[in-house]
């Protein structure tokens, strides 16, 4: 191995790939337009329920109700409907996610200290923020039937019961940003380095520029370190600028150790760069390549436990992601942002991505040789 | 023009197949240090396969070759460091100035940094690109470009350069320049092996050998082989033994 043979083929990728000023603004400016986009867009926080009501018993305590959501902050009543059929079509168009029906003889079941039936309807279309939102207003419910049993029994003697005080660790405001743009960063890396790998190399083979490095004493391993360490640099430097963007920016904590970021990320760019690597010996055009690169990422994105629980997983495809090393990634990258542990805790990710980087890398190191033979 | 060297190249039934087709049948010939080789034949003849055997850039199927001192099957590494190769198609980078892709080759055959600056501007006084240094290659005429990807092969002083079809594409004035300076360089002791379709530049050549379909067909020096074709026939020229050597094989 020759330093000098690889330093200036780095240099060399550099040049080529900072002369392309489409290059120049998709390694600088895409990764903070898609951190910045993603950030407000990937959010499962429900902030503002909005909810029609229809009132057909018009009573203090049908008040009471439409007041106790009123007053919460999430609750918004948008529309007040005349009839049951109006009450459906406000749902159905969409322009609420709830409809909360009070019926005719809600007073008098109350008053008769019977319990009192209210229907509400959701919008089940989005399974997860409807459940969300049922969560919510049975809170809202729950606090009025307290209120109500203090106001009609006032004297009654309240035995002794479980008060639950929840706090959450690590994001206390249960913030789904705080979730989702460490995820983003882990993400915006991979496919950048996946991608730009193999074009990197295909781009020679299509220029027919490959064929001169062949007839030099250039190694084999002298022009993969050329071609992956530019990658190395640019992830890492995609790395700081996003990190530093979405702590100021988002203001997402980053509790953890910067240092053990940029060695998992390395870590991680092991089997990224390998991919990339493999890519490139499978794929003949830079179109190929591209198409390949989605086909791999697309699988990666969804068994990662990016958006979707692993937990929630048919257990054969459980057992698939710990393949996937965008997998171990986002437990590392999401342990050091919110919950600021260190390698005592990280280990077996590191070492799952280690493992699973060298195999990659040497099985892709090992056919792209074959192919310049 | 007289050269009697030792052999920088010697091969000895060098055969090629890929899968059942010969591209080169069992070949035998020998160059000499200094000398201008001119190997010549139509499209498919093999002369890019010999080339590329040559440069270690494909293994052999059977047969004996050194090149420089080193086995074309054991030392294929070993030829890289010895020779300069100048391929057909520009193959150097269009979107970097010939500065940068000089740069980049210094490095690539690991010329010692400092004889960099010597180097660059030996290149740049041969190749006549000085104004042109800082210019994207892919700007540049094709006869431009053809002396930068030749100041690349010669960059770390081969002893041995291989030019595949070197002047196809370029103006007969540049091309007279080209051959000019092919003579500088063997005087100066490069072997020069070259592969062409013009007859007329294959004059320039000290032997030639001519290779049809994986065979050669005729071998020595120019006027030899017209000799030898057209015994009786004076005004004949490399041209008329061309068509005639290459149309016997196919009839």
């Not at chain 1, 207003?137 to 035995?159: C, G, K, Q, T």
């Not at chain 2, 007289?2 to 000895?12: F, K, W």
Request: charged share 20%; aromatic share 10%; hydrophobic share 45%.
């Amino acid at each position: 191995m020759n330093w000098l043979r690889v330093r200036e083929f780095v240099r060399k990728e550099f040049i080529q790939l900072f002369r392309d000023r489409k290059n120049r603004h998709l390694l600088v400016i895409a990764p903070l337009i898609q951190l910045l986009v993603f950030g407000y867009v990937v959010s499962t926080d429900v902030r503002d329920i909005r909810v029609a009501i229809l009132d057909q018993s018009r009573t203090r305590e049908s008040r009471m109700l439409k007041d106790a959501l009123d007053a919460n902050r999430t609750f918004r009543i948008t529309h007040y409907a005349g009839n049951s059929t109006e009450l459906e079509e406000i749902l159905v168009s969409r322009e609420v996610d709830l409809a909360v029906k009070i019926g005719p003889d809600f007073t008098e079941h109350i008053r008769r200290g019977d319990s009192s039936p209210i229907q509400i309807l959701a919008d089940g279309s989005m399974s997860n923020m409807a459940s969300v939102r049922i969560a919510y207003s049975s809170l809202v419910l729950d606090r009025f039937n307290r209120n109500l049993i203090r106001e009609l029994y006032p004297e009654r003697i309240d035995y002794g019961k479980i008060d639950a005080r929840i706090r959450t660790w690590y994001n206390p405001n249960l913030d789904s940003r705080n979730f989702y743009v460490p995820g983003i960063v882990a993400f915006l890396i991979m496919l950048i380095s996946l991608l730009f790998t193999s074009m990197a190399i295909i781009r020679e083979r299509e220029a027919g520029t490959i064929e001169q490095l062949i007839v030099t004493p250039l190694k084999p391993v002298e022009l993969i370190l050329g071609k992956t360490i530019p990658y190395i640099m640019i992830a890492q430097a995609q790395m700081v600028m996003v990190t530093v963007f979405a702590i100021f920016w988002f203001s997402i904590p980053l509790q953890g150790s910067l240092s053990l970021l940029f060695a998992a990320t390395c870590l991680f760019l092991l089997s990224t760069l390998g991919i990339g690597l493999f890519i490139s010996t499978i794929s003949a055009t830079q179109q190929q390549a591209m198409m390949t690169t989605f086909f791999f990422i697309l699988p990666f994105f969804m068994l990662s436990g990016f958006v979707f629980p692993i937990a929630n997983m048919p257990l054969v495809v459980q057992w698939l992601t710990y393949l996937n090393p965008l997998r171990y990634f986002l437990v590392i990258i999401r342990g050091i942002f919110l919950k600021g542990v260190g390698l005592e805790i990280l280990w077996p990710q590191l070492l799952a991505l280690t493992v699973i980087g060298l195999i990659v890398f040497t099985c892709a190191v090992k056919r792209f040789r074959k192919t310049l033979d | 023009m007289t050269t009697s060297g030792p052999d920088v190249i010697h091969v000895e039934d060098l055969e090629k197949k890929f899968g059942r087709f010969v591209a080169v049948d069992r070949i035998s010939f020998s160059v000499k240090k200094g000398e201008i080789f001119g190997f010549l034949g139509p499209n498919g003849a093999g002369k890019s396969t010999t080339i590329r055997m040559l440069c270690g850039i494909i293994k052999p199927t059977s047969g004996h070759g050194v090149v420089a001192g080193h086995d074309i099957f054991t030392d294929a590494e070993e030829i890289k460091g010895s020779i300069g190769y100048m391929s057909q198609r520009f193959s150097l980078y269009e979107d970097m100035t010939p500065f940068e892709n000089i740069r980049f080759y210094l490095g690539v055959y690991s010329v010692p940094l400092e004889e960099w600056d010597d180097r660059i501007e030996w290149v740049f006084e041969m190749t006549r690109l000085q104004d042109v240094r800082h210019r994207l290659a892919r700007e540049l005429p094709p006869g431009w470009r053809q002396r930068l990807a030749l100041g690349c092969a010669l960059l770390h002083r081969p002893e041995i350069v291989f030019l595949d079809e070197p002047t196809s594409g370029v103006d007969p004035i540049t091309r007279r320049h080209f051959w000019e300076f092919i003579d500088h360089l063997a005087r100066a002791g490069v072997t020069v092996f070259v592969t062409t379709h013009y007859m007329d530049e294959a004059h320039n050549c000290e032997r030639i050998v001519m290779i049809n379909e994986g065979s050669i067909v005729a071998t020595g020096s120019p006027s030899k082989i017209i000799g030898e074709v057209f015994p009786d026939r004076a005004d004949a020229d490399l041209n008329d033994v061309f068509i005639r050597l290459m149309a016997r094989r196919n009839e």
